[in-house]
């Protein structure tokens, strides 16, 4: 059995409040949370309206296929309009 474990450190531009940020992080969870095979949660910032830090795991048996999974969500947030990706940090265990 293979845990991965993904951090993503994010930045949302356009949040002038904190509800606007839980309107970006929450469609962002829930577009990945339906992609992929994945738990999500924001696990740090939760107080400021413009940074958000996110915590993803993934359980398989290849640890290949979970890291692939992992950088292509990584790409997936790159690509996400309203979220810059400060940094990322994947953890395999």
């Known amino acids: 059995m293979v845990v991965g474990v993904l951090r993503l450190d994010l930045t949302i531009g356009d949040?002038?409040?904190l509800k606007d940020k839980r309107?970006?992080?929450?469609?962002?969870?829930?577009r990945l949370a339906h992609r992929h095979n994945i738990s999500i949660a924001e696990t740090d910032w939760q107080d400021e309206h413009r940074r958000a830090e996110l915590g993803l795991a993934m359980v398989a048996n290849d640890s290949r296929f979970?890291?692939?999974c992992l950088s292509k969500i990584v790409d997936e947030v790159r690509v996400h309009r309203g979220v810059g990706l400060i940094e990322y940090d994947i953890?395999?265990?």
Do not use: G, H, P, T
């Not at 309107?23 to 829930?30: A, N, Q, W």
């Open 15 to 17: 949040a002038m409040s």
């Open 23 to 30: 309107r970006v992080i929450k469609s962002l969870k829930d």
């Open 66 to 68: 979970v890291e692939s």
């Open 91 to 93: 953890e395999m265990v």
